[in-house]
């Protein structure tokens, strides 16, 4: 049984930084993409950034782009999101998810974290 399990968020001012990760668990990570998307409330569920199985290639929404930096550590089944000079526009939940190819839409996705909440004051 898969299992992505998000930890890393809370509260944090305007202008700072925090680091989420995602913990997988049945799967053969090394061998999937990874993906981080973001909800925040009212809205719709959006990406933010993805990383092949390798690490070598990453692809971010344009904007978090130069903001954001995803990474990932196979040998400890981990996916990272640093975020950093967040804004109130960055509050969401973040879900990290599991997939087959690098891409910025959800349905190239099969297993989804419960996510963690990011909230930004201002």
């Known amino acids: 049984q898969v299992q992505l399990v998000e930890s890393g968020g809370g509260w944090v001012q305007a202008g700072g930084s925090l680091r989420l990760s995602c913990l997988a668990s049945?799967?053969?990570?090394?061998?999937?993409?990874m993906g981080w998307f973001r909800q925040a409330p009212g809205k719709e569920r959006e990406f933010v950034a993805a990383i092949s199985w390798s690490g070598g290639t990453t692809y971010y929404a344009a904007s978090v782009k130069g903001q954001f930096t995803i990474s990932r550590d196979n040998a400890k089944n981990t996916v990272y999101l640093q975020m950093n000079s967040l804004n109130p526009e960055d509050t969401a939940v973040y879900y990290c998810?599991?997939?087959?190819?690098?891409?910025?839409?959800?349905?190239?996705?099969?297993?989804w974290g419960q996510g963690t909440q990011v909230t930004v004051s201002s």
């Open positions: 998810a599991a997939g087959t190819v690098v891409a910025g839409t959800s349905r190239h996705y099969d297993s």
């Open positions: 049945g799967l053969r990570f090394s061998s999937y993409a």
